[in-house]
């Protein structure tokens, strides 16, 4: 019996790797997305002990006051800019997911047809093994049968002695 051989499979590890690189794009953005998270709360952090830390002060100017709330009108519009950002992300997300999705999908395909045609080429290979050895036992069986045959017709035409009675 021939060795198994699955025609799609370079096809089969072009999917593979076309699924892979669909995932590492996904992390590639997941991990941007989470950059951006902590780059917001970071900013976040930042205006609280900026904050506190002026208005921990036993005495403050109206220019800290006002360099404070100007401070805080640009945060909210950097972390506005985050949030854009993020909902963008967000979106690069979903559809780098549907892209991983069609692309497992196209592979597993591809991997249930392997598995198909190597469980039908298996049969095959059993039901040829099968086959073969039907055909050594029966012609062991035939050897057998004309050897046997051969002895009994040897034996029959000897002549009988003459001391044997009939």
Known sequence: MKRFDFSLDR???WRSEQLNLEELKLQQILAERQALSRAKQQIRDELD???HELLAR?????LELEALDSFRYHVRDRIRDFESRERQADQKIAAQRQKVIEARRQFELLDRLR???????KAAADKEQETLAAEMFLA?????ARTE?????AAASRP???GSVA
């Open 49 to 51: 002990h900026v904050g």
């Open 149 to 153: 045959l051969v002895s009994s017709r």
């Open 160 to 162: 009988r002695s003459a």
């Open 140 to 144: 062991k069986s035939i050897r057998e």
């Open 115 to 121: 598995a198909k045609a190597l469980t039908e080429w």
């Open 11 to 13: 096809v089969r590890r």
């Open 58 to 62: 036993p005495t403050l100017e109206s």
